[in-house]
Structure formats: structure tokens, C-alpha cells
């Protein structure tokens, strides 16, 4: 059974930085990974994607701020959070799936997901 660990986040002033990871494990092969947010009475949305061929998106609104990697090796995702702002405050979610999805796909079409893990950035 695939199981997706997180770990980093926290809190942090406006302009600072953050990193989360992501680990995938019970699976032997490359899987599309994602970094989805959701805030408080809002939609989660997609912040980053790596399919599995390494290929990158990224929502508009974090573009130039964040960059998703491997984070130690394959099924592993990292992002980097540079110049955060109040708006990225949200609870971030791993999501992974099989298919190679596009930026976007709807959540529901993500097979496996993290606990996810809260970000909060004050003013």
C-alpha cells in the first residue's frame, strides 16, 4: 500500500522561507507527485506537480516563489517556499498518483494522499 509521509512546514513572517518533503513509499515505480493547499473555507488547489518523466508546473500564483525537486531520490518531493506571503497560509497536502496529471487535474483524481501539514505566514 502506498503511503505518503510529509514532514517540514510551520510558521514564518512574510518573505521568509520554508521547505517541506514528501516520501513515498510501497511503490516500486515513478509516480506523478503533487503539493496541493487548501486555506480555511477554501478549495484545495495545486501549487506544483513533478510527473513521472521529472516534468515540472506550477500554479501562477506561486510561480518564481516556489520550485518542487526530488528530494532524495525517486518518489520523493520537495518544495521550496522562498518569498512567502499571508495568502500561502493553508494546510499543504502530498498527493500521488499513477497517472501523470496535468496542474489542473481535479484532487479526486489523486489515489494517495499525506496528512498533510500546516504553513502559516504572518504579516
Known amino acids: 500500500q502506498v503511503q505518503l509521509v510529509e514532514s517540514g512546514g510551520g510558521s514564518v513572517q512574510a518573505g521568509g522561507s520554508l521547505r517541506l518533503s514528501c516520501a513515498a513509499s510501497?511503490?516500486?515505480?515513478?509516480?506523478?507527485m503533487a503539493w496541493f493547499r487548501q486555506a480555511p473555507g477554501k478549495e484545495r488547489e495545486a501549487v506544483a506537480i513533478?510527473?513521472?518523466?521529472?516534468?515540472?508546473s506550477y500554479a501562477d500564483s506561486v510561480k518564481g516563489r516556489f520550485t518542487v525537486s526530488e528530494d532524495n531520490g525517486k518518489n520523493t518531493l520537495a518544495l521550496q517556499m522562498n518569498s512567502l506571503k499571508p495568502e500561502d497560509t493553508a494546510m499543504y497536502y502530498c498527493?500521488?498518483?499513477?497517472?501523470?496529471?496535468?496542474?489542473?487535474?481535479?484532487?479526486?483524481?489523486?489515489?494517495?494522499w499525506g496528512q498533510g501539514t500546516q504553513v502559516t505566514v504572518s504579516s
Open positions: 498527493a500521488a498518483d499513477e497517472v501523470d496529471y496535468e496542474l489542473d487535474a481535479s484532487p479526486s483524481g489523486f489515489a494517495y
Open positions: 510501497g511503490v516500486d515505480y515513478t509516480v506523478c
Open positions: 513533478m510527473d513521472s518523466d521529472g516534468k515540472t
